[in-house]
């Protein structure tokens, strides 16, 4: 039960997040791969490069990353709210 709502949450929260932001952010040199696309070789940071010189991350990594974006601003929150 745990698992499935974390896995809920990753793909759903994270990986949205990341999807949206990560384009943003990096002014579109990094692209977020699909969510159930083939499984290509990355770094341990989830990153590979693209044959058009752009940097791609993998799925589940960016959902952490997303997840990273949402602790840091329930921290950033209750921090200014204290």
Known sequence: ??????SV???????TTARL???IFT???????AL????QR?????????PDGSCRIEATMAGW????FWIAVVIVALVLLR
């Open 1 to 6: 039960m745990i698992d499935m709502i974390g």
């Open 9 to 15: 949450l990753l793909d759903a929260l994270g990986y």
């Open 21 to 23: 932001l990560f384009p």
């Open 27 to 33: 002014f579109g040199s990094v692209r977020v791969q």
């Open 36 to 39: 159930r696309a083939e499984s």
């Open 42 to 50: 990355h770094n341990w940071f989830g990153f590979a490069r693209n």
């Open 65 to 68: 990353y997303g997840l990273f």
